[in-house]
């Protein structure tokens, strides 16, 4: 099988995976964080498409643009409106779309340490994780922030073997800010980038430091610009404090009983899946 059709085959496979709920209401699970960028996706479409003006429906009647997360996610849902059509499900449908971009990220990137064969069947059994599955056809960020993630790990790779910074160190510092700024706490997930590019012989500070200076200005200056805005988000006073602030939770007996006794089992593998992967 050619290396093309099995990129079909993975892409076409991951939005069969999300099909089931695209047409579900948002009053799932994380109900309030889907309404949350479906309302600023909706306000975008009625009240014009200023990137730089993001408002929450419960920021009263202040014109001022609201205190956010960076809403490009929101902003392409409402692109989808002002071409389709107004409809819930484009959120759902443009998440379903970036977790299959991802799934082919996630298979380049395992060809290049993998024979191709495995590199695909790994690719597959990505696009089944039930907690990807449904995460990842939310009204959520979630999967343009990992499709960015992963895009970066594919380019830093072809960094670390041509050292020019341009175009491929350019493009992983740029998709990798634009992964943390869609989700902050990603930040720590710049491990195996800023890892890759010391562990090069002879060590290179310079590939560092400019990966560094585009993710500290990039997720800096939004989230600057953001403080200034009002406070509509009852989480959010100080956003990106309250984000970065999450990862401190790893410290916490709580957090990790909660990930391998609750969230692991229950939403992960599935019990199944558990004995499955027991087996």
């Known amino acids: 099988?050619?290396?093309?059709?099995?990129?079909?085959?993975?892409?076409?496979?991951?939005?069969?995976?999300?099909?089931?709920?695209?047409?579900?209401?948002?009053?799932?699970?994380?109900?309030w964080a889907?309404?949350?960028?479906?309302?600023?996706?909706?306000?975008?479409?009625?009240?014009?498409?200023?990137f730089f003006n993001p408002q929450v429906d419960y920021q009263g009647h202040n014109p001022k643009y609201a205190s956010t997360q960076f809403p490009l996610y929101s902003y392409g849902v409402a692109l989808l409106y002002k071409i389709f059509g107004f409809w819930e499900g484009w959120g759902r449908l443009l998440s379903a779309f970036f977790a299959a971009l991802s799934a082919v990220v996630l298979f380049a990137i395992a060809r290049e340490?993998?024979?191709?064969?495995?590199?695909?069947?790994?690719?597959?059994?990505?696009?089944?994780?039930?907690?990807?599955?449904?995460?990842?056809?939310?009204?959520?960020?979630?999967?343009?922030?990992?499709?960015?993630?992963?895009?970066?790990?594919?380019?830093?790779?072809?960094?670390?073997?041509?050292?020019?910074?341009?175009?491929?160190?350019?493009?992983?510092?740029?998709?990798?800010?634009l992964s943390a700024l869609l989700k902050i706490p990603y930040l720590f997930?710049?491990?195996?980038?800023?890892?890759?590019?010391?562990?090069?012989?002879?060590?290179?500070?310079?590939?560092?430091?400019?990966?560094?200076?585009?993710?500290?200005?990039?997720?800096?200056?939004?989230y600057t610009y953001a403080t200034l805005g009002t406070m509509g988000l009852s989480a959010e006073n100080q956003p990106f404090l309250y984000e970065t602030n999450i990862p401190w939770e790893w410290f916490h007996w709580e957090f990790w009983s909660t990930q391998f006794l609750s969230r692991y089992p229950e939403l992960l593998t599935t019990y199944s899946g558990l004995i499955f992967l027991g087996i």
């Not at 499709?147 to 491929?168: A, H």
Request: net charge positive; hydrophobic share 55%; charged share 15%.
């Open 1 to 31: 099988m050619k290396t093309r059709h099995k990129i079909f085959i993975i892409f076409l496979f991951s939005l069969c995976t999300h099909i089931l709920g695209i047409w579900n209401p948002i009053l799932d699970y994380h109900g």
């Open 34 to 50: 889907q309404t949350l960028r479906a309302s600023i996706a909706r306000n975008y479409y009625e009240e014009g498409m200023n």
């Open 113 to 177: 340490f993998l024979e191709e064969r495995v590199a695909f069947l790994s690719a597959l059994f990505f696009c089944v994780i039930p907690l990807r599955i449904y995460f990842m056809r939310t009204i959520m960020p979630e999967s343009m922030a990992i499709f960015f993630m992963l895009l970066s790990y594919w380019y830093v790779l072809r960094w670390d073997r041509d050292k020019q910074f341009f175009p491929n160190g350019v493009f992983c510092s740029l998709t990798f800010t």
């Open 189 to 222: 997930m710049a491990s195996p980038i800023l890892y890759l590019l010391m562990r090069s012989h002879p060590f290179n500070l310079k590939r560092v430091l400019l990966f560094l200076a585009v993710l500290i200005i990039g997720v800096g200056a939004w």
